[in-house]
């Protein structure tokens, strides 16, 4: 039901609809902040999403799940310090948060800083779960900011072949282009344009390099 309002332009409605639903157990306050945080991202209300979440890590300090949520939102925001300050709370409340190892190792190699710890992070998230394509990828997109080429590709197109997603699609792309191998890069890319073409991490990349499509 609260999708189906938010389909119809009624956030507000839908919202109000998800506070209401009854809470039978320990973690259902919390599931339903989620749960509201989603509905304003899907409507492009990412500040009130990040606001929503940031009410919830005021209320339940000690949820992980929370605290990643709304780092995520800080980074939609540009917010990356902050990202980083959640991110790293998140970690010391459970050093084998393997989502937060990935994004904090992610967000530093896509900022082009402290690469080697950027690698340590995502070559531990790795550790705890082995042949994630998303976390491969990341380790893929640090080893291309490394300038190690050849060990970028062999990654990313082990992470693209797991699990054709648009935004490792965007990643592959550029690490193909890069290695001059630009027929399989436009391939790439635009197998990740038929996926979603409105995906911003893709279109950036292919603006940026002045892919030919």
Same mark, same amino acid.
């Given at each position: 039901?609260?999708?189906?309002?938010?389909?119809?332009?009624?956030?507000?409605?839908?919202?109000?609809?998800?506070?209401?639903?009854?809470?039978?157990?320990?973690?259902? $306050?919390?599931?339903?902040?989620?749960?509201?945080?989603?509905?304003?991202?899907?409507?492009? %209300?990412?500040?009130?999403?990040?606001?929503?979440?940031?009410?919830?890590?005021? %209320?339940?300090?000690?949820?992980?799940?929370?605290?990643?949520?709304?780092?995520?939102?800080?980074?939609?925001?540009?917010?990356?310090?902050?990202?980083?300050?959640?991110? %790293?709370?998140?970690?010391?409340?459970?050093?084998?948060?393997?989502?937060?190892?990935?994004?904090?190792?992610?967000?530093?190699?896509?900022?082009?800083?402290?690469?080697?710890?950027?690698?340590?992070?995502?070559?531990?998230?790795?550790?705890?779960?082995?042949?994630?394509?998303?976390?491969?990828?990341?380790?893929?997109?640090?080893?291309?900011?490394?300038?190690?080429?050849?060990? $970028?590709?062999?990654?990313?197109?082990?992470?693209?072949?797991?699990?054709?997603?648009?935004?490792?699609?965007?990643?592959?792309?550029?690490?193909?282009?890069?290695?001059?191998?630009?027929?399989?890069?436009?391939?790439?890319?635009?197998?990740? %344009?038929?996926?979603?073409?409105?995906?911003?991490?893709l279109r950036e990349a292919i603006a940026r390099l002045k892919a030919d499509l």
């Amino acid at each position: 039901m609260p999708r189906i309002l938010v389909r119809l332009g009624r956030v507000d409605e839908a919202r109000a609809t998800l506070r209401k639903l009854p809470e039978t157990e320990p973690r259902d $306050a919390a599931v339903k902040i989620q749960a509201e945080a989603q509905l304003l991202r899907e409507a492009k %209300r990412h500040k009130d999403a990040y606001e929503v979440l940031a009410e919830g890590v005021r %209320r339940f300090p000690e949820d992980g799940d929370l605290l990643y949520d709304q780092a995520m939102m800080a980074d939609r925001l540009g917010r990356h310090e902050e990202m980083e300050r959640l991110l %790293r709370k998140a970690l010391t409340q459970n050093a084998d948060n393997a989502n937060a190892l990935n994004a904090l190792g992610y967000s530093l190699a896509d900022r082009g800083v402290r690469l080697d710890e950027a690698r340590s992070l995502i070559d531990r998230a790795l550790t705890l779960r082995p042949g994630d394509p998303y976390i491969t990828d990341s380790l893929g997109w640090v080893e291309f900011r490394l300038g190690r080429l050849p060990e $970028a590709l062999r990654l990313l197109r082990q992470a693209y072949a797991a699990r054709p997603d648009t935004e490792i699609a965007a990643h592959l792309g550029e690490v193909l282009w890069a290695s001059g191998l630009r027929d399989e890069a436009r391939r790439v890319f635009k197998e990740g %344009r038929e996926r979603d073409a409105n995906n911003e991490v893709l279109r950036e990349a292919i603006a940026r390099l002045k892919a030919d499509l």
